[in-house]
């Protein structure tokens, strides 16, 4: 998943329609501060929820208290992310604080719309009876009818029902928009002045889309937090990477069949470098993506590179033409050692067999192998 720092989320909402507070700075550090000493809220930019119980949300009256409440806040960690920059927007009067949000429902594989009157920062223990659910048909879109009865449960006064659901539809619009796994707005806030705002926002993008959303490119993608060269890199070919400090690089199809290579390079005494997952898309993956993803790894200096792959649904000639094809294009020699197992195993051994590395059935052999490449 591809989470959004909340002020990239609400620059979102704010292109869609949806008021968020007026915006003062994105800071990294009190230096930086330039309020005129009016009251205003300090929000730690981490990603990661809870901030509202944990000191990561302040408020400040002056310009001065702002400073040290950001001098204080830069540099500590909560739920063991370092803040390293943090919002500063103006303080909103809340009269009333809602939660609404549009998520997958992975069992049915449908988008749900969630809310409830009584949002902010104890969401967790919000009792049944006060969360509302409803379904949005994902041919037919989210329907007037059911948005409407949504509004309903929010308790609001009748001037403020249309601009609730402007809200819904414009959240479940970047939901599809965005091919996100959640769009969350907590608290949408009723100010005392009448207005509804987005207080905090929430958007993680589905890994699997990200090859398709162009879109996320316009974010600041080099101020991601944590991001190597390498794993920006790969981000912009659409793919999921984590780089470790190893010599063995590891491209799958799953994060669970990751995981499970991972573990077993390490306990046959290897060392991980960079792990790419190419998710249920790696069946689809073009030729020049692995190409590109190969000479991504190659200026890594790897001692080998294993690929582990198991695809139901993909097919496995069709991806092992893609590696084949993409290995011509590359000239020196590193190790690479193919486990290939599943639908169409055989087309794809054939394609693979005269090339030049170690092919296998078997996980545990693939993994001894590129362990024994590398050493
Ligand atoms: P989270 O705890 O990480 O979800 O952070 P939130 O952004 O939701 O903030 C936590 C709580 O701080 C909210 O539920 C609000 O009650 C409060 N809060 C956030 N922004 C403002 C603001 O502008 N003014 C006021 N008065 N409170 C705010
Ligand atoms: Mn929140």
């Known amino acids: 998943m591809m989470e959004l720092f909340e002020y990239e989320a609400k620059e979102l909402l704010s292109k869609y329609g949806i008021f968020i507070p007026k915006k003062y700075y994105l800071v990294y550090n009190s230096s930086e501060v330039r309020i005129n000493n009016e009251p205003v809220v300090i929000k730690a930019q981490i990603l990661s929820g809870g901030r509202g119980k944990r000191d990561g949300v302040k408020e400040a009256q002056s310009t001065l208290e702002a400073k040290q409440i950001i001098n204080n806040m830069i540099g500590t960690t909560i739920n063991n992310f370092i803040i390293k920059k943090v919002l500063i927007e103006e303080k909103l009067e809340i009269a009333k604080e809602l939660y609404i949000s549009v998520f997958v429902d992975r069992n049915k ?158 306990y046959y005494g290897g060392e991980i470098g960079p792990v790419v997952d190419l998710g249920g898309a790696a069946f689809d993956t073009t030729p020049e993506r692995i190409t590109k993803l190969i000479s991504l790894l190659k200026n890594l200096k790897l001692k080998a590179i294993l690929f582990s792959f198991f695809l139901q649904i993909g097919r496995c000639d069709i991806f092992a033409q893609s590696i084949s094809d993409s290995l011509g294009s590359i000239s020196d020699n590193i190790p690479i050692v193919i486990r290939l197992k599943g639908n169409k195993d055989d087309l794809a051994k054939s394609i693979l067999s005269n090339k030049n590395f170690f092919l296998t059935d078997y996980f545990e052999e693939a993994v001894r192998k590129v362990v024994e490449k590398s050493e």
């Open 109 to 266: 594989g449908i988008p749900l719309i969630m809310v409830s009157p009584y949002g902010g920062v104890d969401i967790e223990s919000i009792e049944k009876e006060n969360i509302f659910i409803r379904t949005a048909d994902p041919l037919i879109g989210l329907q007037k009818f059911i948005v409407r009865d949504l509004v309903q449960k929010l308790i609001l006064e009748k001037g403020l029902q249309k601009e609730a659901e402007k809200t819904i539809f414009n959240l479940y619009k970047i939901f599809k928009d965005y091919d996100a796994e959640l769009v969350e707005i907590n608290p949408l806030v009723v100010t005392e002045e009448g207005k509804l705002v987005a207080a905090d926002a929430k958007v993680v993008v589905d890994d699997n889309a990200i090859y398709r959303q162009s879109k996320l490119q316009e974010l600041d993608m080099k101020d991601r937090e944590g991001l190597t060269n390498f794993e920006r890199k790969a981000f912009e070919l659409g793919v999921t990477a984590n780089e470790m400090k190893g010599d063995i690089g590891i491209i799958t199809s799953g994060a669970g069949l990751l995981m499970a290579t991972a573990d077993a390079i390490t």
